[in-house]
Structure formats: C-alpha cells, structure tokens
C-alpha cells in the first residue's frame, strides 16, 4: 500500500498555510491599523529629526507623540458628556496631539497638506472609532447583572408531583403544603 502526505500528518503541518487568506481578509476588514500607522509614522518621526537626535531616539519620540495621540483622542471620546471642564480639557489635549502629529507629518512630506493628513487623521479616527464602538457594543451585550438577575429565578426545584417549578426549597415547601396538603404523594 503507497503512503500518501495525509498518513505522514503533513495536511497538519501545513494547515495553517491555507487559512491565511481568510486571516488577511479578516484582518482588512475589521483588523487593528493602528500598530501598522504607528510603525510607519515612527519612520517619519526618524527622518524629520534626522540630524537632530539619534535614529533610536527619534523613533521613540514618533511612538511615544502618536500613542500619546491614539490615548488622547480614546480618552476624549470616552466621555462624550459629563463634566464640560473635563471634557474641554480632554479634547484641547486630543486637538493638540493631533496638531503636534500634523506637524511632524507636514515637515515630512515638505509642507504638503494632502500627505500630511492622512496619519494623523487615521490615528484620531481609529482611537474616536475604538471608544464608539466599544460603547456601542457595551450597550448591546446582555447585563452581568441582568444575567444574574435571570439564572438566579430560574426554577431549580421541580414539584415531584405536579411538575411545577420553584427558585428556593421554601417556595417548593409552602406549595406542598398548600397544593397537595402537605404529603409527598411520588412515595
């Protein structure tokens, strides 16, 4: 009998070759874009502030402006209303990290405002978008304690003569008191 790559367990090996389409469409419609804007805004921040500090440090600033950035804008939009002193102070920072951005990207691309929007503009969009929706499916998703709420009514004692249900031995005790007059008439 011929052996084939199936009985060798090659088809488990090499499994995970044939998921990756899917993996990059998932990733394109709904992955994370933020690592990927920030890596390449890093190498931005490292070539406007080349010959101004060293290469290691000049990608650590572009990190550390854009993160600042993505929090700012997340922290702005996390409380869309409450307090309105908390809420200008949240936004004046988010407006300023994106301005602090903008700039560093208007000195690459040599003062050209169409290029030097997009990353800016990605990265506060994505941080606004990751509150909203994170909100959004807060509201969607069912109440830990409504989830309580509802395992805890659930009947867990059954009436061995009629079938009916009940949430606590007391509630089972006074119907078969009241019901079937104290017995147990499953004897």
């Known amino acids: 009998m011929a052996t084939t790559a199936n009985d060798l367990g090659y088809h488990q090996d090499w499994a995970w070759i044939r998921q990756i389409p899917d993996k990059v469409v998932r990733w394109f419609e709904s992955g994370d874009l933020v690592p990927l804007l920030i890596v390449v805004s890093a190498v931005h921040y490292a070539a406007v502030l080349k010959g101004k500090d060293q290469w290691l440090v000049a990608i ?3 990190l550390l402006v854009d993160l600042g950035h993505y929090r700012w804008v997340r ?3 996390r409380y869309p209303g409450g307090k309105t002193g908390q809420m200008v102070v949240r936004w ?4 300023i990290m994106t301005g602090i951005s903008l700039a560093y990207h208007w000195r690459y691309y040599a003062g050209d405002a169409w290029l030097s929007i ?3 503009l990605l990265i506060a969009s994505l941080a606004w978008l990751a509150k909203v929706d994170a909100r959004s499916q807060k509201k969607d998703a ?3 304690e409504d989830d309580a709420r509802t395992i805890k009514h659930k009947p867990r004692i059954a009436c ?3 079938g009916e249900g009940f949430t ?3 509630q089972y005790a006074a119907h078969m008191r009241w019901k079937h007059h104290g017995s147990d008439k499953s004897n």
Do not use: H, L, N
């Open 60 to 62: 650590a600033i572009g």
């Open 168 to 170: 606590s031995t007391q």
């Open 92 to 95: 004046t920072f988010a407006m």
């Open 118 to 120: 997009p990353i800016p």
């Open 142 to 144: 069912p109440d830990a």
């Open 160 to 162: 061995k003569v009629c």
């Open 75 to 77: 922290a702005a939009a």
